[in-house]
């Protein structure tokens, strides 16, 4: 059973529209983190949201924490080709550290010039 | 800083041989962990460490073997390789536990195709 499903699961723009990923659970999260993953590496965070309805921006990217805390979003603005990769929600439930983060399905990003 | 290690890149094997995958961190974190991604699926927990001496059970532990020394190193044995172990593996470590202060540093992976 997958605790985090992300949606779309694959995703091929041009260079300058707007896109937006989800990511969906039934679970409620103390906290949800944004990677993106690039070819041949490893994950590298974005951003971490912690409280219900935040929103934190990372220069063209947004990232939304739904007011339950079940689901967030990742908005980016005028993709750029550099944008491309894995990009991936994952999520922790305890309300400080725990033992175990619990990653989406993933959204492969695919941003053309 | 070299962050998180992990030996070798690629690596092929036969069915029922085995193998360990190594994992270093130099950041002094007490938190490690491996997981495995498969196309589809994101990333599987499959073994991880509060600190030294410490392990416990992750999502799809069945198959692997870990165990934790040192804070620096977290092995990830394959006892008996099998075909529906092919996959990518990924060590990860974090200063304590993986909450929202805590952030996951991850290693580049290790390619491995069982045959």
């Known amino acids: 059973t997958q605790l985090l499903e992300q949606s779309p699961q694959f995703l091929s723009i041009q260079e300058g529209e707007n896109l937006t990923v989800y990511c969906n659970s039934s679970?409620?999260?103390?906290?949800l983190q944004w990677y993106r993953q690039e070819p041949g590496e490893g994950p590298v965070l974005l951003v971490t949201?912690?409280?219900?309805?935040e929103v934190k921006k990372l220069k063209r990217l947004t990232f939304q924490f739904g007011d339950a805390r079940k689901d967030s979003s990742l908005h980016i603005t005028a993709a750029q080709p550099g944008d491309t990769g894995l990009y991936l929600c994952?999520?922790?439930?305890?309300?400080?550290?725990?033992?175990?983060?619990?990653f989406g399905t993933g959204t492969r990003l695919q941003v053309f010039p | 800083n070299a962050g998180v290690t992990q030996t070798p890149k690629f690596q092929v094997l036969k069915t029922g041989q085995s193998m360990t995958l190594q994992c270093a961190q130099d950041?002094?974190?007490?938190?490690m962990s491996w997981y495995r991604q498969d196309p589809g699926m994101g990333l599987r927990l499959i073994h991880y460490?509060?600190?030294?001496?410490?392990?416990d059970q992750g999502e799809v532990p069945n198959g692997y073997n870990v165990s934790r020394s040192t804070t620096e190193d977290f092995p990830l044995r394959l006892l008996s390789a099998a075909p529906s172990q092919t996959s990518v593996y990924f060590c990860?470590?974090?200063?304590?536990?993986?909450?929202?202060?805590?952030?996951?540093?991850f290693g580049n992976g290790t390619r491995l195709t069982v045959t």
């Open positions: 990860a470590s974090s200063f304590q536990g993986v909450g929202y202060n805590s952030p996951l540093h």
């Open positions: 679970s409620v999260f103390s906290s």
């Open positions: 949201v912690v409280t219900g309805g």
């Open positions: 994952a999520g922790d439930w305890s309300s400080y550290n725990t033992d175990k983060l619990i």
């Open positions: 950041m002094n974190h007490e938190y």
């Open positions: 460490s509060v600190g030294a001496g410490i392990t």
